[in-house]
Every structure is written in C-alpha cells, then in structure tokens.
C-alpha cells in the first residue's frame, strides 16, 4: 500500500491500532501523527516506574540494624531472623 499522502509514493506504515499511517519520511515531517506523539510517553512512563521500584529495593537495602546505639525496629521487621543474631529481642520490646 503506498502512503496516504499526497505527491508521496513512499510505502504506508500500517499499524494494528492506528491503521494506514504515512511512511516513515512523512512521519518524519508530520509530528501530528499518534504514533510518534503516544510511544515516547509510554516509554518514560514504562521507565520511572522501573526507577522507582529500584528506589524501593534499595531503601530496604540501607535500614541499618542500629540507629544511634539502639536497635532498628524497621531493620529488624524487615530482617526478623537477625533478631537473634543481634540479641536484641528484649531491647525491640522496650522500643
Ligand atoms: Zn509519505
């Protein structure tokens, strides 16, 4: 199929969702066209949530097991088989 634009007989793009779109140099020229304007967005959008999940990971990561020469109730939640290692049950009780 040949694009829809006029005086251009280069080939069309045809997309499951958008249908017959102009070839590519058309694309090239014509920012308008949904393809060009929806993919960056998704992209992005696709990518922070990535970054943020990696942000989460990593905050779990740097909870230290003592917090100003106190046991870390977060640390320990996250860790509970630390609890003994460290010896500190009585300790997270009183906090
Ligand atoms: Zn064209």
Redesign the pocket.
Known sequence: M????RR?????IIDKVYGVL??????KKDSFTPKLKTRPESYSLAKSHRVQRARDRHAKDIVQPYMSGKPNPDYFKIHPDQIKKYGVKKELKKA
């Open positions: 040949l694009c829809p634009r251009c007989d280069g080939k069309a102009p070839c590519e140099e058309c694309q």
